[in-house]
T-cell receptor, first 113, second 114 residues
Framework: KAGVTQTPRYLIKTRGQQVTLSCSPISGHRSVSWYQQTPGQGLQFLFEYFSETQRNKGNFPGRFSGRQFSNSRSEMNVSTLELGDSALYLC????????????FGSGTRLTVV | TQLLEQSPQFLSIQEGENLTVYCNSSSVFSSLQWYRQEPGEGPVLLVTVVTGGEVKKLKRLTFQFGDARKDSSLHITAAQPGDTGLYLCAGAFNGRGATNKLIFGTGTLLAVQP
């Protein structure tokens, strides 16, 4: 069965620009969570969507936003990019409860120059 | 603040050695999960432990959940070069509504030399 698909795999953007990342979860999974991974901070929780509603949010500025569509696919957007936004952005899908574990995509490597 | 501390941060050992990685928190979790991540890829779930005191074995890997459901350990017996990677523990909070969340530990980077 198909895993979690994230596109694009790599992205280079300039400071001040905005970017949209996409995530297609495993078929049937209704929850999508987004994480930012950097060498210094590790995996930091951004937000979680369940049935098109944001159910949980981490401690990131409002420049980071997301949405989920009726087919469970999710997008996250970062506006006014800063150098510090350079990171691996990971999407994870599950049936709905964190208790039983997540399946992660391969991530989108974003570089801001 | 919900924090998961892992130790050690880095570990370089020879093939055939044993090792233990620890994951500690002051929070109580509904489950504790272990993931392994290789460069350029997302973390892959190895195991989920749910009950306090639970022990699970996966070939040469043994996972234990603390009695109070606040800590966990991962023990690898006779490590092999294929075990090399970043090991992450993750604590899950009650899977209802706004508290449904998975937070990750600081990670342990393991290198097994042949």
């Amino acid at each position: 069965k198909a895993g979690v698909t994230q596109t694009p795999r790599y992205l280079i953007k300039t400071r001040g620009q905005q970017v949209t990342l996409s995530c297609s979860p495993i078929s049937g999974h209704r929850s999508v969570s987004w994480y930012q991974q950097t060498p210094g901070q590790g995996l930091q929780f951004l937000f979680e969507y369940f049935s098109e509603t944001q159910r949980n949010k981490g401690n990131f500025p409002g420049r980071f936003s997301g949405r989920q569509f009726s087919n469970s696919r999710s997008e996250m957007n970062v506006s006014t990019l800063e150098l510090g936004d350079s990171a691996l952005y990971l999407c994870a899908s599950s049936w709905g409860q964190a208790t039983y574990g997540y399946t992660f995509g391969s991530g989108t490597r974003l570089t801001v120059v | 603040t919900q924090l998961l501390e892992q130790s050690p941060q880095f570990l370089s050992i020879q093939e055939g050695e044993n090792l233990t990685v620890y994951c500690n928190s002051s929070s109580v979790f509904s489950s504790l999960q272990w993931y392994r991540q290789e460069p350029g890829e997302g973390p892959v779930l190895l195991v989920t432990v749910v009950t306090g005191g639970e022990v699970k074995k996966l070939k040469r890997l043994t996972f234990q959940f603390g009695d109070a459901r606040k800590d966990s350990s991962l023990h690898i017996t006779a490590a092999q070069p294929g075990d090399t990677g970043l090991y992450l523990c993750a604590g899950a909070f009650n899977g209802r509504g706004a508290t449904n969340k998975l937070i990750f530990g600081t990670g342990t980077l393991l290198a097994v030399q042949p």
